[in-house]
């Protein structure tokens, strides 16, 4: 796993960047962030963001309202984006429709004034990169989506670009080409030492890719860091709410010793959680617990948290089951278990969790999504 | 599936439709039709005829307008369009329309009689609707003095500078080249029938080709002399003396060497109003009702007793004063239906080099 | 099951349900239009006047070599049906179709009626002679034998300034009644001039109407469809009051002290070219339009991306998808102006005069409609040919 890079070492630096398009709210505001030479970072966030706003403006496209981009230690200022050698990959691919794959891919290598054999050879070393052999007389439209994000990406890598940026590349597949696709990325970077600039809104598709998420909302990072870090140790409930899935129950601090406080939800219910950040009786929070955390009654092992609650409703998942209770206050839990859950709707069942899961938000520090 | 055929039945219906509508449209009486050419003289026909055509008799009126061309109306007869009852036509068109089986024979008796008309206004098929001119014009504001008074003037850019404005046609325009050139107006016809004589009007009119503007329309003539883009140009008189009256332009023409021509009044033949047809015929004939039509269109009258009862200040205008007829020459229409494609050929050949 | 025998038959239902929705328009078409049009172009190579007129006459002429005079007995037969087409008024008809080819034969055949209704008699050569020396001039009949059908290459030698010489070899009209090759080559370059000059300013037009938001472009592309919605007549007198030599722009210029004599902006070539462009310009925008809307501006930012510069990724990437439309557009405005003969009329010279304007001349001037449809089979010929090459390009880029 690697680490966030040390200051000085940055491949790609955001400083102090901004976006105002005239007359709005800003759609990027005080971004700074790194990227080290060979880091798989990814800009998660829900649409409108800022995520692919400084994507676009990494690859030249749009130009910064205020601060500085730059790769290597160079501003990339007035720089226009057929000289930053960025490989860019596109939500909807972005083939030329009038060339064939072979065409494609040797476009970025013709404008290079790389010719003949030369660029055969690397045109179909990249097709092969992608499992595209043998395709390469074949025209976008006779090509399924997959197969056309395979191509972009070829096109996209057989210049050996300084870094590759992708624009939820993924977002037009279905889940299981979706899933494949991911793995052969995460390949090919490995393979290649690549640097990734990715983008998505998909949380799912952030965990299993990155080094390094960035967390994204209202134009604000929110929290950078390792997927592990981002899911296990959120910096704020947005970021909690986010990535992963989360039950939030909303109550007010009663009392607070050491790494712990006390909570009472609706109900007149009382828990302990972990506080993140300061937090003094009195603060309404939203307190956090991720469903695979909640355990199911009645033979618990001293949790913290226990409460008796009736079942709203339980779904089979195959691999696992999902079971929404109803606290007495009326406030939705729903819990994950590996195992198979046999109870009826409106049943008994006793649920409960320790203070270590369960983490404490200060409300209304929230940005709006 | 069924959706289908469904959709198809109502399309079948609706062409069913359609094609009854089309058949009880036919079935309704329509207006009696009458085709004039539009602009100034047809507004001078509905005014002087027209209205009180309907006022009189109760035979409602509709009308249409066309440029000429007997090919239109042989593809009306040809192709069963019945939409035109009568119709204002050169003598040309007369000519081979008639020949043609185009027009309906006209009934003289009804008219009173031949010896009623001038002479060049009587023909099997077509009575006279009026006699109208071409000679030369300018803008009197722009040429001082008494202007040209001759063909050989017209070609004189000495003593005229400035460019001409011609007809694009070979019609009339063979014909002032010979005058211009010294051919006493009767004889014009017997030289242009002979080779030499074509010739020479070709070789007369490239003297003066540098400086002609060839016009197509002669609704273009009074923009040509009003912007000087001609100093002067072979009109007919009633546009540009309808402009001076109506606009107060200054706009003057010289009568010497005109050549003038009379349009037709037809039914055509397969008419299904001929009667009425027949009746709007003998309304506009009528002297009582002809002699009003110089005060809305400077223009000649066909029938000899009109030519009399005119206000004499109007006549001035028009072919009927006789002094308007010095060195006038009659277009010959026959002349025109046998040598007017191979010299419009020759023509065309010779205006594009 | 696919493949069922009920499945392929209810297939075979549906490929042939949508003909029968068409048929009405098919019928409709072929009544109103491909069927006149075909009858109407079929007098550029038929010749049927003097058959239908004179059928003996024409019988007995097809038989003759061609050579000095046709045999004797000809000649009652040829007086009676002078007299017998008189009578039944298709006299007219035989009488202008010789004149086409021999000026004065019109008048000739109405002579000899005359004098054959007068009681002349026609038994010999000689009597007709005597009635009119010209019916002892050999090349009198040959042109009757040639006009004798069914079938007929005159009108389009005609067309193409040849005729067949009373040998029967193909030759050149004298240079001074030479006019169509030149006519037609000027209406072809008239319109591919229009053609080029509509791609070159719509390109940009075009262009800009495709990338424009819709609240700017819309106004625009009402101004550029401004022209469809004004009469020819209107038009044109438009531009006559801004080229004439007293005109607005020539005022202008003088004004400017840019020029000091007018510049002839009309009543030649230049003014056609100027008043056609202008008509014809919506033509060539629209399919253009058509075709630059359907290409995503992502793709020009990924040439970008992948390091071409603006002009590489215009002429790479953008120039080559907008050429079907182009060509479309290009094929559309050539194939109209060859049609155009009013503007030309008006705004043009001399030597500005297209085909159609012949067309209508022989039409309704003349009645001369051998010649209309030879001129117009001569006009579609690079019609079918520019359909042609719009098939091959659309197939070779896609849309």
Redesign the interface.
């Given at each position: 796993m690697s680490l966030p890079p040390q200051t000085g070492t940055a491949f790609v630096e955001f400083a102090g960047v901004e976006k105002v398009y005239d007359g709005g709210a800003p759609a990027v505001a005080g971004l700074d962030l790194e990227i080290a030479e060979g880091e798989f970072v990814t800009l998660l966030g829900p649409s409108g963001s800022g995520k692919t706003t400084t994507l676009m403006m990494l690859a030249g496209f749009e130009a910064p309202s205020a601060g500085d981009i730059r790769l290597q230690g160079r501003s990339l200022a007035g720089k226009p984006p057929h000289r930053r050698n960025m490989g860019v990959v596109f939500q909807n691919y972005a083939l030329f429709p009038h060339m064939n794959v072979e065409r494609n891919v040797a476009f970025p290598l013709g404008v290079r004034g790389i010719r003949g054999a030369q660029a055969k050879a690397k045109v179909e070393e990249a097709l092969a990169l992608v499992d595209l052999d043998g395709l390469g007389a074949r025209r976008p439209d006779q090509l399924s989506g997959g197969q056309r994000q395979r191509v972009a990406l070829a096109r996209a890598l057989v210049f050996e670009p300084d870094i590759v940026l992708m624009d939820e590349p993924l977002g037009a597949l279905d889940r299981q080409l979706r899933e494949r696709l991911q793995v052969e990325i995460k390949r090919i970077q490995r393979r290649l030492g690549l640097t990734i600039l990715y983008v998505t809104h998909d949380q799912a598709e952030a965990l299993t890719l990155s080094d390094r998420i960035a967390v994204f909302a209202g134009g604000r990072l929110q929290q950078v860091g390792s997927p592990k870090a981002i899911y296990e140790h959120p910096r704020n409930a947005f970021v909690a709410g986010f990535v992963g899935e989360n039950n939030g129950l909303r109550g007010i601090v009663t009392r607070r010793n050491g790494s712990s406080c006390e909570i009472r939800i609706a109900g007149d219910l009382v828990l302990q959680a972990t506080p993140v950040g300061p937090l003094a009786p009195g603060d309404a929070v939203t307190a956090t617990i991720r469903p695979e955390h909640v355990r199911l009654g009645p033979d618990l092992a001293a949790p913290c948290n226990l409460f008796s609650a009736r079942v709203d409703d339980v779904a089979y998942h195959g691999d696992h089951s999902r079971v929404r209770a109803l606290l007495p206050g009326g406030a939705a839990v729903t819990l994950r278990s590996e195992e198979r859950i046999e109870l009826g709707a409106s049943e008994p069942l006793t649920i409960g969790w320790c203070a270590e899961a369960c983490l404490a938000f200060a409300d209304g520090a929230e940005p709006r999504p | 599936?069924r959706r289908?055929?469904a959709?198809?039945r109502l399309?079948?219906l609706g062409?069913a439709l359609l094609a009854a509508t089309g058949c009880t449209g036919e079935r309704e009486p329509r207006p009696l039709t009458v085709v004039g050419w539009g602009g100034s003289s047809q507004e001078a026909h509905r005014r002087a005829y027209w209205d009180s055509f309907t006022r009189r008799t109760g035979v409602r009126l509709q009308e249409d307008s066309w440029h000429?061309?007997?090919?239109?109306i042989?593809t009306k007869v040809l192709g069963g369009d019945t939409s035109w009852d009568v119709v204002q036509v050169e003598t040309?068109d007369l000519i081979?329309g008639c020949?043609?089986?185009l027009f309906e024979p006209i009934e003289w008796a009804a008219l009173s009689g031949r010896d009623a008309f001038i002479p060049a206004a009587v023909h099997d098929c077509g009575v006279g609707a009026m006699l109208w001119s071409y000679l030369i014009g300018w803008d009197g504001d722009r040429i001082a003095g008494p202007g040209p008074r001759s063909w050989a003037d017209f070609w004189d850019v000495r003593r005229f500078p400035g460019r001409r404005g011609m007809r694009?046609t070979p019609k009339y325009t063979l014909e002032f080249a010979l005058m211009a050139d010294g051919v006493p107006p009767a004889e014009v016809y017997e030289v242009l029938r002979t080779p030499a004589g074509v010739d020479r009007a070709?070789r007369k009119l490239e003297e003066l080709k540098p400086n002609?503007?060839?016009w197509?329309?002669i609704?273009?003539v009074p923009?040509l002399l009003g912007?000087?883009?001609v100093a002067m140009s072979v009109t007919s008189p009633g546009r540009l003396i309808v402009a001076n009256r109506s606009e107060g332009r200054n706009f003057r023409v010289s009568w010497d060497g005109n050549i003038y021509a009379v349009d037709y009044w037809v039914v055509l033949s397969n008419s299904p109003r001929k009667a009425e047809a027949a009746q709007l015929l003998r309304h506009m004939t009528a002297p009582e009702n002809q002699m009003r039509l110089p005060r809305f269109i400077p223009t000649g009258l066909t029938s000899r007793r009109a030519g009399e009862l005119i206000d004499p200040r109007l006549r001035l205008d028009t072919p009927s004063d006789p002094r308007n007829m010095t060195n006038a020459l009659e277009l010959d229409a026959?002349f025109w239906?046998?040598?007017?494609?191979?010299l419009?050929?020759?023509f065309?050949?010779?205006?594009?080099? | 099951m696919p493949g069922s025998p009920t499945e392929r038959a209810g297939a075979a239902r549906r490929d042939w349900w949508p003909f029968a929705l068409v048929a009405p328009l098919i019928l409709f078409l072929a009544a109103g239009f491909l069927i006149p049009v075909l009858m109407m172009l079929s007098r550029g190579v038929t010749d049927h006047e003097l058959a239908s007129a004179w059928p003996e006459t024409a019988q007995a002429l097809r038989g003759w070599d061609g050579a000095g005079l046709p045999d004797e007995t000809v000649v009652p037969i040829l007086a009676a049906e002078i007299v017998g087409a008189r009578k039944a008024g298709h006299l007219n008809l035989v009488a202008n179709r010789l004149n086409y080819d021999r000026v004065g034969s019109r008048s000739l055949v109405y002579r000899t009626a005359d004098a054959l209704e007068g009681g002349a008699p026609a038994r010999s050569f000689a009597d007709l002679a005597r009635i009119d020396p010209r019916w002892s001039e050999a090349g009198q009949w040959a042109s009757m034998r040639q006009a004798a059908g069914p079938l007929t290459s005159f009108y389009l030698l005609a067309s193409l300034d040849r005729r067949l010489s009373p040998q029967g070899a193909v030759e050149r009209v004298e240079a001074e009644q030479a006019v169509f090759v030149d006519i037609l080559l000027r209406t072809f370059k008239i319109s591919a001039v229009v053609a080029l000059l509509c791609a070159l300013l719509g390109y940009p037009v075009a262009y800009l109407l495709a990338t424009l938001p819709p609240r700017l472009a819309n106004p625009l592309l009402i101004l550029v469809l401004l022209p469809f919605w004004t009469s020819a007549l209107v038009r044109t007198t438009a531009w006559v009051v801004l080229l004439q030599s007293e005109g607005v722009l020539n005022g202008f210029l003088i004004g400017a002290g840019l020029i000091e004599a007018p510049l002839p902006l009309i009543y030649n070539r230049l003014g056609v070219y100027i008043a056609m462009t202008h008509v014809l310009l919506p033509f060539l925008v629209l399919p253009l339009y058509g075709v630059m809307k359907g290409i995503s501006p992502v793709e020009m930012r990924a040439a970008s991306s992948l390091g071409a510069g603006p002009v590489a990724a215009f002429l790479k990437i953008y120039l080559p998808q907008t050429l079907p439309g182009l060509a479309a557009g290009m094929i559309i405005v050539f194939t109209l102006a060859l049609g155009y003969y009013i503007t030309p009329a008006l705004v043009g010279g001399g030597a500005d005069q297209m085909v159609s304007g012949s067309i209508a001349f022989y039409t309704n001037q003349t009645l001369n409609w051998g010649m209309a449809a030879a001129l117009s089979l001569l006009l579609l010929l690079p019609l079918g040919l520019m359909l042609f090459a719009g098939r091959y390009l659309a197939r070779t880029v896609p849309a």
């Open positions: - | 599936m289908l055929a959709a198809f399309a079948t062409v000429g061309g007997v090919g239109v042989r040309e081979l020949e043609e089986g694009r070709f002609i503007v060839w197509s329309s609704s273009q923009d912007s000087g883009e026959s239906v046998e040598y007017g494609d191979q419009t050929q020759r065309n050949a010779w205006v594009s080099h | -």
